[in-house]
T-cell receptor, first 114, second 109 residues
């Protein structure tokens, strides 16, 4: 079974802090994704990566950056956290054989910025 | 713009059948996904439709009409554990997933 893990389930940070969210997958997937999920809205793509050291902006990249130094690990960075970044953050991965492959999600990190 | 519409909430009775609809307007189409998400948990894959018609998988079936921009997820013999949110997502011409806000399904005994 594919397993996607995220470093924290719950995180509380203060405005202006630098925040790192880590995601690791164990199925040798090429594609990895970071989403945020807010009530009443669909999942919104922040960044994705289709290979090591490659990254592409999603729909809402502002205020975020990412790092993919190893195939299994995809990190989301909030350079200076703000209260409007309080959200549920979901990481996902999929096989690179086809973009239409299903995505496997991690359990999510609920981030609160005070 | 791109848009996915699905009802916000539905209620059904244990043992019954429920149909969750999803309509979409996207720039191109490369398939439609349904995911299930229990409260506080990760979304998990249910189905993928790229051709018109009905795909059946146990108690769950998913239907697609590309000409109408319409899909539904049919859940039969409802069980309490089916209480969850059901997310519809369409892959557009750029192979990006566009997500609906999800339908919260409440099952009553």
């Amino acid at each position: 079974d594919v397993k996607v893990t995220q470093s924290s389930r719950y995180l509380v940070k203060r405005t202006g802090e630098k925040v790192f969210l880590e995601c690791v997958q164990d199925m040798d997937h090429e594609n990895m994704f970071w989403y945020r999920q807010d009530p009443g809205l669909g999942l919104r793509l922040i960044y994705f990566s289709y290979d090591v050291k490659m990254k592409e902006k999603g729909d809402i990249p502002e205020g975020y950056s990412v790092s993919r130094e190893k195939k299994e690990r995809f990190s989301l960075i909030l350079e200076s956290a703000s209260t409007n970044q309080t959200s549920m953050y979901l990481c996902a991965s999929s096989s690179g054989q086809s973009w239409a492959n299903e995505q496997f999600f991690g359990p999510g990190t609920r981030l609160t910025v005070l | 713009g791109q848009n996915i519409d699905q009802p916000t909430e539905m209620t059904a009775t244990e043992g019954a059948i429920v149909q969750i609809n999803c309509t979409y307007q996207t720039s191109g189409f490369n398939g439609l996904f349904w995911y299930q998400q229990h409260a506080g948990e990760a979304p998990t894959f249910l189905s993928y439709n790229v051709l018109d018609g009905l795909e059946e998988k146990g108690r769950f079936s998913s239907f697609l009409s590309r000409s109408k921009g319409y899909s539904y997820l049919l859940l039969k013999e409802l069980q309490m554990k089916d209480s969850a949110s059901y997310l519809c997502a369409v892959m557009d011409s750029n192979y990006q997933l566009i997500w609906g806000a999800g339908t919260k399904l409440i099952i009553k005994p």
